[in-house]
Each structure stands twice: as C-alpha cells, then as structure tokens.
C-alpha cells in the first residue's frame, strides 16, 4: 500500500512526473474551469456538452459528460470565481494528499477517476427512474437537471478514509472547531447535506455522494482484506 516514487537525478527530474496525483487532478479541474467559462461566453449550449444530464444519456447522446462533468464546476455570479469549485478543491487538497500517500500515486489516480465514474453513473440511474415526481425530484434530483463537480470523487476518497482510518478526526470547514470521528463525520455530512437539501430543494448531486461514498467503503474493505496487518497498524496509528 505505500507508494513508490522514482528518483531522478538532479536536473532531469520530469515536470509532471513530479506532480502527485492530487495536484495534477486540482491543476486539470481548474484548467478546465477556466477554459469552459471562456468558451461558455460565446457558446452558452456549451454546458450541455460537458454536464452530465440523466435524460441526455438515456437517450443515448453525450456519453463522454460522465468523464468532463467530473472536471467542470458550477460558475458563480462572478464568471471566473466559483464557490463550488474553490471548496472541493480545498477538500480534494485536504484529503487528497494525505490519502495519496497511504495507498500510493497510480492506485489513488485511478480510484479517484473510476469512483467518479460509478458516481455519475448512480447519479445517472435513480434520477431517471425516481426523480420525476415533486418529492422523487427532492431526493433523487430532476432527470432534466444536469449535474457538474467532483464532489462523488471526493465522497468516495472520504469514505476510504472511514473504512482505512475510522479514528481519525474530521473537522466541517465553517465549524473549525467542532470534530469527530471519520466514522461518524463522514456519514454525518453526506445525509445531513442530502436532508437540507431535500428539504430546501437546493440541488446538490446527492446521489453521485452516495456512490462515491458507497466507492470508498467498498475499496476500503478490499484493502482491508488484501493487507489485514497495515491496515490495522494505520488504523492503530491514527487513533491515538
């Protein structure tokens, strides 16, 4: 599970090589941002070729929004600042790091990318088959709403943290002062964000959580499995 990292002689060290995962992944998020709101401003059908919209797919049209809507961010009022994508970035950096490290580079990359996916495709599938009432649009989210962000990736990276580390103490970003436990944080915040919002009606891909979330805990139990001893001495190490 630790990374291996080559070692290149001084001067010779490759640029993106030297990137970790995480970093690259930020680098590509906000790259992508930037180039999309520019081409948005002549372009507005734009959206629809990146977003990842339920009705879209199920009639079999834009397929490849599974992939960019994992990099591409909801815009705020002020075209090139967006809330969205400055929080999950700080989360993406805040975990991701960390979680990089212990399971090593090409295995995050591509769990990172693979959770995505299965995210979306969740995402996907209950809002066109439950979304199409007034309640079922509440829980599962409109099948004609389109759905941006890599919030089920990070989900999914949180969730591996509460099966890998259970102990370890989160912490909410408006709330500094007020921990718990990876195992009651994570799931605390995934169906408190998902009844706010139900209630409110505020749309929020609660259902790409849910399966990047249901990602991490199914990865973490292989893990678990497949290196019984440094899962265990991480999980001990943590929860002092």
Known sequence: ?????????KGKRNFFKSFSATKLI???NVIFFI????????????????????????????????LTSMFMHAPGVIPFLSFHLLINMFVLFSLGGMMEKIIGKKRFLWFY??????????????????????????????PAVSAVGASGAIFAIAGLFMML????????????FFSLPAYLMIPLVLFGTWL?????????G????????LCGIIFGLYLRKKYPRKTQMLSRHFSK
């Open 1 to 9: 599970m630790v990374g291996v990292y080559r070692i290149y002689p």
């Open 26 to 28: 930020i680098f590509v």
């Open 35 to 66: 180039i999309a709101i520019i081409l948005l401003q002549f372009a507005p059908n734009f959206f629809s070729y990146i977003a990842l919209n339920p009705t879209n797919i199920f009639q079999g049209k834009y397929l490849w929004t599974f």
């Open 113 to 142: 990318l693979i959770s995505g996916l299965i995210a979306g495709l969740l995402f996907v599938f209950l809002s066109y088959f439950f979304g199409n009432t007034d309640l079922g649009a509440r829980i599962f989210s409109n």
């Open 165 to 176: 580390t259970p102990k370890l103490k989160f912490m909410i970003i408006f709330l500094p």
């Open 196 to 204: 706010v919002s139900s209630s409110t009606g505020f749309p929020i």
């Open 206 to 213: 609660n259902t790409a959580h849910l399966g990047g979330f």
